[in-house]
Structures are given as C-alpha cells and as structure tokens.
C-alpha cells in the first residue's frame, strides 16, 4: 500500500532533543526499507527545510546541507515519489475544502489532504490528529 509522511515525522527524526526522537527515527528507518511506495509532497519537503534549519524552533538547527543532505536521502530510495500540484488540482482543493472548514493553521494540512487525494493516496503517517478531519484519508500515528 502506497503512503505518505507528514512534516511532523520528518522533524521528530532529525530533533535529538524531542521526545519522539527515538520512535521517529525508527519508524523512518523502517519506510526506508519498506517495498511500498513513499510519496512525499513538495510542500512537506519545503516544510521540513524550513523548519529544521530554524535556529528559533530547533534549539539545535540543522545546517542547510544536512536537511537537503537528508531530503535526498529519501528522494533517492527506488519506491519514493514526489507529488505536486497539476491541472485539475484546484477543483480537488475546492472539494477537500468543502468538506471540511479551512482556514489557518490548517491550510497547509489541508494542501497535504488535496494532494494525497489528487494522487489517490489514502494513507498518512502523522502525529497531527487535525488530518482525522480528512474522512478519505487512513491517518496512522506511529508515534503514539
């Protein structure tokens, strides 16, 4: 079954300090060896870049080269896809949208949702549980 990964399992795995560190990191290790397909979302990669080089949210930053060194790392398995946004993806957006209220903190969710739902990706592995909202979406904490 194909999935994807949601920024927040990125992030755990990269920050020693979280407490989540530890099941994170495993739980990645062992996406990297499954023969299932990874999608991963040009959204949550940028994300991630963002995030994990900030000196003001992580009190140990990566260094530009490390995040992109560790981007590539899953870019480059043989069962990793990229997805992004193509024609007809806004009226997949504007359905997702109708569906559940948008606004917020939850539009980024919401653009992960619409693209999983554009590609025909059902599940998610997360620790947000703001994606139960999305009923077409298999939302799985790896973490709990």
């Known amino acids: 079954m194909s999935y994807s990964l949601d920024v927040n399992i990125l992030l755990y795995s990269s920050d020693a300090s979280s407490p989540f560190h530890a099941k994170a990191k495993s739980f990645l290790e062992s996406c990297m060896s499954r023969s299932d397909v990874l999608y991963l979302s040009w959204p949550t990669i940028m994300s991630y870049l963002r995030i994990a080089t900030h000196p003001s949210i992580f009190d140990e930053p990566l260094m530009p080269e490390e995040a992109m060194a560790n981007v590539e790392t899953l870019l480059n398995l043989p069962n990793s896809r990229c997805l992004a946004e193509e024609d007809g993806f806004w009226e997949t957006w504007r359905s997702v949208t109708s ?27 997360t620790h947000d549980r703001d994606y139960r909202r999305f009923d077409f979406l298999d939302v799985q904490d790896p973490l709990a």
């Open 99 to 125: 569906e559940t209220a948008v606004r917020g903190n939850l539009v980024p969710d919401a653009h992960l949702a619409a693209l999983l739902r554009f590609h025909g990706v059902r599940r998610l592995y």
